[in-house]
C-alpha cells in the first residue's frame, strides 16, 4: 500500500499483516479523492473504523487540515500510529468503539470516512448518530460492499459508484 497523491505521493505504509483489517483499494481510494479533490483542502476529517489509517493518511497528503482516527481494535490502532509516525504525521489516533466514540464525541467534521466490517449491521447503528457532528455543508464516505443494502437515513446520497465488489456512497444532509 501505498499513498497515492499530495504531499505523501508514493510512500509505502506498513503492510498490513491483520485478517480482521480490509484496506481500501488502491483504485477504489483513488476514485474516492479525485472526486474530493476540489472539497478536502482543509478540511476536518474523520476516519472512523480507521483500519490502517490508510484513508485518513491520503486525506491529510491532499489538504485536509487535519485527522481524527478511530478504531476500536488495538492492531488497527497502533498500526495507524506506526504508518502515522513512519510518515512524520503528527495526527490524533484513538482507540474507542465507533459508536461510543460519537456518542460522546464534541466535535464537528467537513468529511467523515465511513468503513466498517462489511455485514457487521453498524452503518445502520451509526449513521443516525452521525447527523449531530457533520457539518452543514459536510460529506460522509461509505465504503461498503456492492451487494450491501440498507438504509442511508437521515442522509442523502449524491452520487454513488461501483469498483468491482465494492462501492462508495457518497451522502450529505438532508436540506428539506
Do not use: W
Amino acid at each position: 500500500m501505498r499513498v497515492n497523491s499530495g504531499i505523501y505521493k508514493g510512500r509505502r505504509l506498513i503492510e498490513n499483516k491483520f485478517e480482521h483489517i480490509r484496506p481500501t483499494t488502491d483504485k477504489v481510494c483513488q476514485a474516492l479523492f479525485t472526486k474530493l479533490q476540489f472539497f478536502l483542502q482543509g478540511k476536518k476529517v474523520l476516519d472512523l473504523f480507521s483500519g490502517t489509517g490508510a484513508l485518513g493518511i491520503e486525506a491529510i497528503s491532499r489538504g485536509a487540515e487535519s485527522v481524527l482516527f478511530v478504531d476500536k481494535d488495538v492492531r488497527s490502532v497502533k498500526l495507524t500510529k506506526d504508518n502515522l509516525k513512519n510518515l512524520g504525521i503528527d495526527a490524533k489516533v484513538v482507540k474507542c468503539d465507533a459508536l461510543k466514540f460519537v456518542d460522546v464525541c464534541k466535535e464537528s467534521y467537513d468529511l467523515i470516512l465511513l468503513d466498517p466490517p462489511y455485514k457487521s449491521g453498524l452503518y445502520e447503528k451509526v449513521l443516525p448518530k452521525l447527523e449531530r457532528i457533520l457539518n452543514d455543508e459536510g460529506i460522509i464516505v461509505c465504503e461498503h460492499a456492492s451487494n450491501d443494502t440498507f438504509s442511508f437515513s437521515p442522509f442523502v446520497v449524491f452520487d454513488e459508484k461501483k469498483y468491482g465488489n465494492i462501492t462508495l456512497t457518497y451522502l450529505t444532509l438532508d436540506k428539506n
